[in-house]
Each structure stands twice: as structure tokens, then as C-alpha cells.
């Protein structure tokens, strides 16, 4: 069977995973999902079964973000990738394969290949009793798209003064990031910070980066940052 047939996309409870909801139902002691993890299914679709304990073929695991009565979610970061997504499944936190699905066929490309953009699984959780899940929003994974960080680096509005790391991260003299991010508020004069790593950083001189004096680095691609 290829991807250009026609497919009937499901998901199915595994043997382990009724096991483990009727433990929960009976004895009050929860479910944790832990884990989504995709995989390719090894060049092909396939049809779950309920006596699987793993995927077919594996590519990534991600921590689940959230669960809630009828979906669980959780992130492939923009950097991972260079496979298909044919198969999925929800781990709990002893690693046992609790629902497994067959997904679309997608493709999630590597970085290098313009893959600059996070996918979130969310996945049905389709014949499991909500009474056995512990229901969660993990406060530990704060988690924000490529797009939404950049943004709030443009819109960011920084009181303090901002150390020349930020703005000369390939350390050759030249200012390289300025372009996203907000100048904050400078120094006529050269001040040195002491970094918790016993070195030191310069401050950015108002007279060279912000010479309209209005907080904002300005002409910052053609600005050489100078000695630091």
C-alpha cells in the first residue's frame, strides 16, 4: 500500500494501554502520558494493531506539553527533522505504548532545508477514560514558535544596558543581530560589565550605535562595533 491510496487514518488503544486504564479506573492511581513519539513506518504505511509495544520505525520522541479530556499535544522543534510522519504514539511515563496511530503521510524537513517551522502533534485520545488520565499543562515547558520569539524581540522594550555579546554574536567586530533587536537604553562612555564567568563586556557607546538618541540601535548592519 503507498501514500497515494486512498488511507483511513485512526488511532487504536494498545493491549498494554486497556491494561493500564483499567488498573487506573480501579485502583485511583493515574495515567501520566509522558511522551508523543513519530515515526515514518519504515517507507510505508501500516495498520496499528493493539499488540504493539513500540512504533515501526521511531525518528523523534517530544515531551508532552498537555493533556486534557480529548487530546494530548506536544512539539517537533524547527530544527528536527529530515523524515515522514506515517506513524504515531503516547508513551506513559514507564514507557509504555498506550495508543498508537496512523497519520497522514507529512514531511518534516531539516533545518538546512528550510524547515524553519515547529509542527505540533495533537492527537486524539480516542477510547481512553478521562477519569484515568492525569489531566496537565506542564508550567516547566514554556515553549514559543521561531516567529513568536523574533517578534518578541522586535517589540521588546529593554531598560538596561545591553552587552555587545548580543549584538556581535559571530565575534568579528561587526554589529549582526541589531536588525531584530531593541537597542535599550546606552552609555556615553565605554563601561565594562564583570560576566559570572569571571570575563568582562563592553557596553555599547551611545555616540556610535544610537546617534538619533532615541534608545534604538540605528543603521546597525552598517555599523562596525568596534573594540569591545
Known sequence: MTASEEQLFYSVVTDIGIEKINEALQTGRKID??????????????????????????????????????TARARIPFDVGG???????????????????????????????AGFKDIWMKIQLTGINPNALILKIDPNIQLCTLEQLLESIRSHKHPDLMAIRIYDTTNTGIVDTCEV???????????????????????????????????????AENIDAGDF
Open 33 to 70: 502520558l509522558k511522551y508523543i513519539a513519530i515515526g515514518d513506518g519504515n517507507g510505508d504505511y501500516y495498520e496499528p494493531t493493539v499488540n504493539q509495544t513500540e512504533l515501526v520505525n521511531e525518528t523523534f520522541r517530544a515531551e508532552i506539553s498537555a493533556v486534557d479530556e480529548l
Open 83 to 113: 523524515f515522514y510522519i506515517r506513524e504515531a504514539g503516547i508513551f506513559d511515563s514507564e514507557d509504555n505504548l498506550i495508543l498508537v496511530s496512523k497519520q497522514p503521510e507529512t514531511y518534516k524537513p531539516r533545518e538546512e532545508q
Open 181 to 219: 533587536v531593541d537597542g535599550g537604553r546606552f552609555t556615553d562612555e565605554d563601561v565594562e560589565l564583570d560576566l559570572p564567568d569571571g570575563n568582562s563586556q563592553r557596553i555599547m557607546n551611545a555616540n556610535i550605535y544610537d546617534q538619533n538618541n532615541n534608545g534604538i540601535v540605528d543603521n
